[in-house]
């Protein structure tokens, strides 16, 4: 990551409205530089299915990063119809919501009570219940490499 990209991070428990708007906290909208990000998300389907919420400049990049891809041309433009197609640009309104596309609800089907997660280069809204239940397994399954992060970037410097 450049020093001018957002780092996400954190965990935050809130819920989807009946207007199906979803709250940002003000910790994250304080990091927001007016220029850069403006007052917008770009919502896409993540793995799971959850939602992921980038700003404009973080999902400019991701774009940019797909003409590099050493994966199958056919695959990448495969992949590009899904994302792009359904990724949705949201605006923020006064109070710091936005609100989030029914067609992306249905897929992910996040419920009401969610968690919003910081994931480094962007936001995820997860169901709350399933979120519990998945850093649950992950503390019970990774207690190691959370305590001491060093064991994952030597890993990846060995496998390069």
Known sequence: MGSNELLFTGTYEHTI????????PAEIREQLDEPRD???F????GEGPTLCLYTQAAFTKRAEQLDDSEVDA??????ERALFSLARRVEMDKQGRVRLPERLLKIADPGSRVVLVGVKDHLEIHNRDRW??????????????????????RRKRRDA
Do not use: F, Q, T
């Not at 056919?74 to 992949?79: G, I, K, S, T």
């Open 42 to 45: 770009y919502v896409c389907i």
């Open 38 to 40: 403006g007052s917008c």
């Open 74 to 79: 056919e695959e990448v433009l495969e992949y």
């Open 132 to 153: 519990d239940d998945y850093e649950a397994r992950l503390l019970k399954n990774l207690p190691d490499m959370l305590r001491n992060p060093r064991k994952v970037i």
């Open 17 to 24: 409205d009946s207007k199906l708007r979803l709250a940002i």
